[in-house]
């Protein structure tokens, strides 16, 4: 049996301190006991080697060695595949399925950037409206405890960064996306309390968050920024 730690190319994450699809490769690592070097770069700064790397000049890369994976869906597959897999269903059909509720993840985070970037309550609430729709067609999938089942998987591993923007977005705005939900908001707490989705945002995460929210002087920033703020 291979000893991670033993192994001459521990792999390294190229991340961005608030990028939810670094977070999706790290809790698959952190779940699989990977050992992995973390390093942040600063996109609106690129380092030269950082570009010559990355085709899409987005995090999260994974660096094995003298090669770079892209992509954090691949990056997710690959990790899960050395490590013995089990994070994708047996049988063709529902490993299929599965993928696509992963790429659905990134849809509901695509969603979720144009949600904070809204510029006026209209946007924000046909945004809001369309976010709502995307979890409540969520709901109907979800096997529990986890989304297939009794095995946290790759499609767990890529939804729990979305919910992560939920903590955030309720205290600090009022706004809750998952009214009537309590499939998902279950699913949610699941997530949470997990040790590979907390461990997988760094420090200070929520903090760093809200400061770039209230910076992006969209309709979000507004409401936020009206958000009474506790006690130091």
Same mark, same amino acid.
């Given at each position: 049996m291979h000893m991670h730690e033993e192994s001459p190319q521990k792999p390294? $994450?190229?991340s961005h301190a608030?990028?939810? /699809?670094?977070?999706?490769?790290?809790?698959?690592?952190?779940? @699989?006991?990977?050992a992995f070097e973390r390093i942040l770069v600063d996109l609106a700064n690129k380092p030269a080697w950082f570009v010559e790397r990355s085709p899409?000049? @987005?995090?999260?890369?994974?660096?094995v060695g003298e090669a770079t994976l892209f992509e954090s869906a691949a990056i997710a597959e690959y990790l899960d595949e050395i490590s013995g897999g089990g994070m994708l269903p047996e049988a063709a059909l529902d490993r299929a399925r599965h993928r696509a509720w992963v790429e659905y993840a990134s849809g509901t985070l695509a969603e979720i950037g144009a949600l904070y970037s809204a510029p006026d309550a209209v946007a924000f609430e046909a945004r809001r409206l369309s976010l709502h729709q995307r979890f409540a067609r969520l709901s109907?999938?979800?096997?529990?405890?986890? !989304?297939?089942?009794?095995? !946290?998987?790759?499609?767990?591993?890529?939804f729990a960064p979305v919910f992560r923007y939920l903590e955030v977005f309720e205290p600090e705005?009022?706004? /809750?996306?998952?009214?009537?939900?309590?499939?998902?908001?279950?699913w949610r707490e699941r997530l949470a309390a997990r040790?590979?989705?907390r461990e997988a945002a760094?420090?200070? /995460? &929520? &903090?760093? $968050?809200?400061?770039? $929210?209230?910076? @992006?002087?969209s309709h979000i920033s507004?409401?936020?920024?009206?958000?009474?703020?506790e006690a130091a």
């Open positions: 390294t $994450l190229v608030l990028c939810p /699809y670094v977070q999706r490769a790290a809790i698959v690592a952190l779940e @699989k006991g990977i899409t000049g @987005k995090v999260p890369l994974l660096i109907e999938e979800i096997q529990g405890p986890w !989304f297939g089942g009794e095995q !946290f998987g790759l499609v767990d591993a890529a705005a009022g706004l /809750y996306l998952l009214g009537g939900l309590s499939i998902v908001a279950e040790p590979s989705v760094l420090p200070g /995460y &929520a &903090a760093n $968050l809200r400061a770039f $929210l209230i910076a @992006k002087g507004g409401l936020m920024a009206q958000a009474p703020q």
